[in-house]
């Protein structure tokens, strides 16, 4: 399991059909209130969740769900 940073979207697209770890999309800033372009996501429909707009703590909120999975795993 891991927290990727998304900024790069575009470039690690074509990782993710081989990655087989689950992946939470984070964006800092709520993107569907930014521009078009931004609203364009190739990793949300491979992700198991997305966090978006709640600033660095959609990090934190990812990172306690990633603990609690595998926690869930044990």
Do not use: M
């Not at 491979?46 to 707009?53: E, L, N």
Request: net charge positive; with cysteine.
């Amino acid at each position: 399991d891991g927290i990727r940073d998304v900024a790069v979207t575009g470039v690690q697209t074509c990782a993710l059909p081989i990655f087989k770890a689950p992946v939470i999309e984070v964006h800092i800033s709520n993107v569907h209130a930014r521009e078009d372009f931004r609203k364009i996501s190739y990793v949300s429909a491979k992700s198991v969740g997305s966090i978006v707009g709640l600033g660095l703590k959609g990090y934190a909120l990812a990172t306690e769900w990633f603990i609690a999975k595998a926690g869930a795993i044990q």
